[in-house]
């Protein structure tokens, strides 16, 4: 049974943003789960794979770069690509100041393309059911989410939310 048709709807229904962000938790789960399947066997994290698949697609991307596209801290970032480097997946060069840039190493590349066709694999049973259509759709709409949510001007609105979490605060 499918989790969808496992969550009973007797009550109010959701507000459309905490739904959407509902639904979107439940499809990281589910691509999480996947991908984990395939990562470990080979000795791999999620957030190495992470890391890997975002220098696959930004060679030379910094820590910083990479933790904005990984949606980890720095730190965080950091310390996933000494292992991965340790493993010899990933060589770090001096690039501009303290900056360093990471890249792929031959075996790295061939580690994410083998990876890649296998991830593909997994998940192919689920996306079927996505026509080419369907797909960019849902593609689009994810993209304009990402970018409203993402929205510098979005943040201006928090000190007005923090004003509303404690209306007993005459500040």
Do not use: C, Y
Not at 95 to 102: E, M, Y
Not at 138 to 151: H, K, P, T, V
């Amino acid at each position: 049974m499918s989790t969808m048709s496992k969550m009973k709807n007797s009550g109010d229904p959701l507000p459309q943003g905490i739904e959407i962000g509902a639904l979107s938790r439940i499809i990281r789960h589910h691509f999480a789960d996947r991908i984990e399947q395939v990562i470990h066997p080979l000795g791999l994290t999620l957030g190495q794979w992470t890391v890997l698949r975002e220098l696959k697609r930004t060679p030379g991307a910094s820590a910083s770069e990479l933790a904005r596209a990984a949606v980890h801290t720095p730190q965080a970032v950091s310390r996933l690509v000494r292992t991965l480097q340790e493993e010899g997946l990933v060589e770090r060069s001096p690039a501009r100041g303290r900056v360093v840039d990471n890249h792929l190493t031959a075996k790295g590349r061939k580690v994410v393309d083998e990876t890649f066709i296998r991830i593909e694999a997994r998940l192919a049973p689920a996306l079927e059911k996505f026509d080419r259509a369907n797909a960019e759709e849902f593609r689009r709409l994810s993209r304009l989410l990402i970018e409203a949510l993402e929205d510098p001007a979005d943040l201006a609105d928090l000190a007005d939310l923090a004003d509303l979490a404690d209306p007993a605060d005459p500040a």
